[in-house]
């Protein structure tokens, strides 16, 4: 990451050189970026080691390495120097129009169910936006990764992300028709032990399923000849009739009006209401790219969405 100011001494000099020799692995591509000495970058880091009382890199002949504190340090001056680079970017373009990458991640199934149907207007509109879409259920590190947002479902480990929730959601049982007019309807939880079941191999829905029915819970081990941690591959099998499933109203709820997919016990629902939440690396300054894809996601998702409560 690259700021570039006219100040020729001080504490900002050292941290973006800190942070160049950090992220390009050494002085002299450091210095490249920089348009700097070799040199001088070496005794800005001196200076700012001296000033912390603590060693940040640990040099040798051939590279250098982060030690333990610098790492952290590296970590928390990124999103100092993230926001310097939008006051700047802001201050010189007054409304700051969006432009630029924006990188993105988000859980595949609903990448392809409820963002990239929409994305190519989007991107007509706003054509000095360039969008990478990282797709899967891990929870990437939005600073450490370069992220600019994440949409996301469930608990968030790190409290320093700033979240908007953008809305709430059931899970419900639901099965294809064919595969109930072969093995019949269940009529109560327990009748699911002698139907094939879909498990989705994440937490809370697999092995057991824990469902609620108004103040009524049950909780039911269900049986199953097939297992996967992706949500579109078991959406898949259900539309063809593999078995029932435990699926959020956002993936199954077009296939529900559709006629694809049928409620089952349509009384009873997973006992655990979910959340969909927009999430950002920590910082109150938001990009104007970033800004107008947030408006879009909310736009698209809230109130209009069926299953947003």
């Known amino acids: 990451m690259q ?12 941290i973006e050189t800190f942070a160049a020799v950090a992220e390009h692995g050494g002085f002299a591509a450091a210095a490249r970026v920089l348009g700097k000495d070799p040199s001088v970058l070496s005794r800005r880091i001196d200076a700012l080691e001296r000033r912390l009382g603590v060693r940040l890199l640990a040099r040798t002949t051939r590279k250098v390495a982060l030690t333990e504190v610098g790492a952290a340090y590296l970590r928390k001056v ?55 879409l990282q797709l899967g259920d891990r929870f990437f590190d939005l600073v450490a990764e370069g992220f600019d947002l994440a949409i996301r479902f469930g608990g968030l480990a790190d409290s320093s992300l700033t979240v908007r929730q953008l809305a709430s959601f059931e899970t419900v049982l639901c099965a294809s028709p064919a595969y109930l007019a072969e093995a019949g309807t269940p009529h109560t939880p327990g009748d699911l032990q002698n139907h094939r079941c879909l498990g989705l191999t994440v937490p809370n829905f697999w ?44 993936s199954c709820g077009r296939h529900l009006a559709e006629g694809r997919l049928v409620r089952v016990l349509p009384d009873w629902r997973m006992d655990h209401e979910g959340k969909a939440q927009i999430v950002l690396p920590p910082g109150r300054l938001v990009p104007a790219k970033t800004r107008v894809f947030i408006e879009r996601v909310v736009a698209e998702f809230s109130p209009s969405a069926p299953w947003a409560r």
């Open 207 to 250: 092995p057991d399923w824990r469902l609620r029915r108004g103040e009524e819970r049950a909780t039911v081990h269900v049986p199953s000849q097939f297992r996967t941690d992706d949500g579109g591959s078991m959406m898949l099998a259900a539309l063809e009739g593999g078995g029932i499933m435990l699926s959020a109203e956002w």
């Open 3 to 14: 700021i570039m100011h006219e100040k020729s001494g001080g504490q900002l000099d050292e």
């Open 78 to 132: 990124r999103i100092i120097l993230a926001e310097l680079t939008v006051a700047d970017l802001e201050a010189a373009e007054g409304a700051a129009r969006p432009r630029g990458l924006l990188r993105v991640t988000m859980p595949r199934t609903f990448a392809r169910f409820w963002v990239v149907p929409w994305l190519p207007a989007f991107l007509r509109e706003y054509p000095e936006i360039e969008i990478e």
